[in-house]
């Protein structure tokens, strides 16, 4: 599917079965990273590796003081593992055994996750859909604070891509 092992996060094409697809069919920004790593990683695992990263938890704790939305590397293991279904600032939306896509409580952004096994290697996926609230004469657009924070956006998905990388490694040699 992909040629790097490396430890490198790249932008891709939206998988075809991705629940992301439901915000491409309206209209609103999608983007899709991917990195892989090898070993036998379930999808829970990659979850909470995601939401219990050092680079996640500086945006808990912003999201704890900002918009009053705390959350625990438990309540992440929660989520994780379908035991809850929600989680700081976010709901969810859908889930399948390999997926999860999580809207944020105001409905403006959407987060996604899946784990796709490829021979032996696992191929972890993250992207985002922003909401066009923004109505106009030819349509909806994209509200100006998310296009000039796009470029930020962009860099901290590869960051938190990887970071979970590097988490799931530390977590296989625990």
């Not at 590796?49 to 680079?55: D, E, L, M």
């Not at 490829?118 to 004469?137: E, H, M, P, W, Y």
């Not at 030819?138 to 990887?162: A, C, D, K, N, Q």
Request: hydrophobic share 40%; net charge positive.
């Amino acid at each position: 599917m992909f040629e790097m092992n490396d430890g490198s996060v790249i932008e891709a094409t939206l998988p075809a079965n991705a629940l992301l697809h439901r915000f491409v069919k309206s209209g609103d920004y999608t983007d899709c990273f991917v990195t892989r790593i090898d070993g036998d990683f379930t999808f829970p695992t990659y979850v909470e590796a995601f939401y219990t990263t050092p680079v996640f938890k500086l945006e808990r704790f912003i999201l704890k003081w900002l918009v009053s939305r705390p959350s625990t590397d438990d309540e992440a293991q929660a989520l994780a593992n379908g035991a809850s279904d929600k989680f700081a600032a976010w709901r969810m939306l859908d889930r399948t055994d390999n997926q999860l896509l999580l809207m944020d409580f105001r409905g403006n952004t959407c987060s996604w996750l899946m784990l796709a096994r490829d021979r032996q290697c696992n191929n972890l996926f993250f992207g985002s859909a922003i909401v066009r609230n923004r109505k106009t004469s030819s349509g909806r657009r994209m509200g100006r604070t998310f296009r000039l924070l796009l470029g930020f956006h962009r860099l901290y998905s590869r960051i938190l891509l990887r970071a979970a990388r590097t988490n799931l490694l530390k977590m296989a040699q625990r």
